[in-house]
């Protein structure tokens, strides 16, 4: 069978007269001059110039900002509300893609409203994009379309972007603060070592008394910093280079990571509770939409966001193929707190399994704000003591000496 060939989409700047003769212009999206053409007779406007819009300089990397999942779970909240408003589908893609601020936003929503134009479904339009809409997205999609309620499951999809994106925000909230402070703590320190300490040495080297070791130490620490700065950059460039390859290229590295990362003393019981609550909301929002259990596993499994739990919730999905209660699998996994399998245990006997875990999602998304405000609290006066002791230990060490000479005197 021979395959279908997808034509590319680009935009076309044009200029003509409306209705009414007025002149007028704008963009439109189409795979030729010819098809823009007919796209905007069909739209009332009669063409008289239309030509390819010329790409812009360093388009390869700093015309246009990377789509972001906040960019997808805002147009989806507006497509959500454009639908519920009676606003067509079609029309819905202009007004969100013309409005949009982000460059490469919009022209991936126009070219899905073109596709759509051309015979594909919103699905299908939607599955070409799969760095923006992932397995998840499109298969919710897809189930509104052949239900008839794509503006419910538009709500429903939207409402779990929104869910989703809050519990990374915090998460990033949380871990954000401790490491910003650690890195100001690296500035200060090497700029009083590079720039500060060496000019209290050069004065002690005048006493001609002996130094206290702590004051030694930190000269030895500056002299070295002078002397060897750019091998401490390199260092740290390095390390930052090779952790970064390492976790976009191995999967043994990350698979590493996410398990070291739930084990932390503080940040791991964050983590789990995060992981719960977004397995409880896929999920969910997927067997709202009526997607069978066993396959829709598969693509929870894919959302976990941690190795630990993707393994966990496969697991599960084999199990319940096999004739397995979901809180039976659940159970077996040792992942699971015991209200949370209790839950889903008299969701399944209720026949609302999907109510149920949108509980275990409300609590446990409430359960990491809780957390990342509790940890706010407690890292505000560890940061502070981590700070007084690096940079108050050197400013002591540079002075110890002027006390002892006071003493002397």
């Given at each position: 069978m021979a395959k279908k060939v997808i034509k590319?989409?680009?935009?076309?700047?044009?200029?003509?007269?409306?209705?009414?003769?007025?002149?007028?212009?704008?963009?439109?999206?189409?795979?030729?001059?010819?098809?823009?053409?007919?796209?905007?007779?069909?739209?009332?406007?009669?063409?008289?110039?239309?030509?390819?819009?010329?790409?812009?300089l360093f388009s390869g990397g700093f015309s246009k900002k990377p789509i972001t999942p906040k960019d997808i779970a805002i147009f989806s909240r507006q497509m959500a509300t454009m639908m519920s408003s009676g606003v067509p589908l079609v029309q819905s893609f202009e007004i969100v893609g013309r409005g949009h601020e982000n460059p490469a936003m919009q022209d991936m929503l126009l070219k899905v409203k073109s596709d759509i134009e051309g015979g594909n479904s919103f699905a299908e339009a939607l599955s070409k994009f799969p760095d923006q809409f992932d397995g998840l997205y499109c298969n919710l999609i897809n189930a509104g379309e052949q239900a008839g309620i794509l503006e419910t499951m538009l709500?429903?999809?939207?409402?779990?972007?929104?869910?989703?994106?809050?519990i990374k925000g915090k998460i990033k909230k949380a871990m954000f603060y401790p490491a910003a402070v650690v890195v100001a703590a690296f500035v200060v320190t090497t700029i009083l070592l590079v720039f500060v300490v060496p000019q209290f040495a050069t004065m002690f080297a005048d006493f001609g008394a002996d130094l206290p070791a702590m004051t030694i130490m930190v000269v030895n620490m500056s002299n070295f910093m002078v002397e060897y700065w750019y091998?401490?950059?390199?260092?740290?460039?390095?390390?930052?280079?090779?952790?970064?390859?390492?976790?976009?290229?191995?999967?043994?590295?990350?698979?590493?990571?996410?398990?070291?990362?739930?084990?932390?003393?503080?940040?791991?019981?964050l983590l789990h509770k995060a992981a719960i609550a977004r397995f409880a909301r896929t999920l969910s929002t997927m067997f709202a939409a009526g997607v069978p259990l066993v396959e829709a596993m598969t693509t929870v499994a894919g959302a976990a966001g941690n190795i630990v739990y993707t393994n966990a919730i496969l697991r599960m999905r084999d199990d319940i193929s096999t004739g397995i209660s979901l809180q039976q699998a659940m159970r077996q996994t040792n992942l699971f707190?015991?209200?949370?399998?209790?839950?889903?245990?008299?969701?399944?006997?209720?026949?609302?399994?999907?109510?149920?875990?949108?509980?275990?999602?409300?609590?446990?998304?409430?359960?990491?704000?809780?957390?990342?405000?509790?940890?706010?609290?407690?890292?505000?006066?560890?940061?502070?003591?981590?700070?007084?002791?690096?940079?108050?230990?050197?400013?002591?060490?540079?002075?110890l000496p002027i006390f002892k000479m006071g003493q002397v005197v």
């Open positions: 590319k989409h680009d935009t076309f700047l044009w200029e003509g007269t409306d209705k009414r003769g007025n002149r007028t212009k704008g963009e439109v999206m189409a795979a030729s001059p010819t098809l823009a053409k007919a796209e905007l007779r069909r739209q009332g406007i009669n063409p008289l110039k239309v030509k390819k819009k010329p790409k812009p709500h429903k999809v939207a409402l779990y972007k929104e869910k989703i994106e809050a091998v401490v950059l390199g260092v740290i460039f390095a390390a930052l280079y090779i952790f970064k390859q390492a976790n976009r290229k191995s999967q043994a590295f990350r698979d590493f990571l996410d398990r070291a990362v739930l084990k932390a003393p503080i940040f791991g019981s707190p015991n209200m949370v399998v209790q839950l889903v245990a008299i969701g399944e006997e209720a026949g609302s399994i999907d109510s149920m875990l949108a509980k275990v999602a409300d609590f446990y998304e409430e359960e990491v704000d809780n957390a990342v405000d509790a940890l706010s609290s407690l890292m505000e006066p560890l940061i502070m003591a981590f700070l007084g002791v690096i940079i108050g230990g050197l400013v002591v060490a540079m002075y």
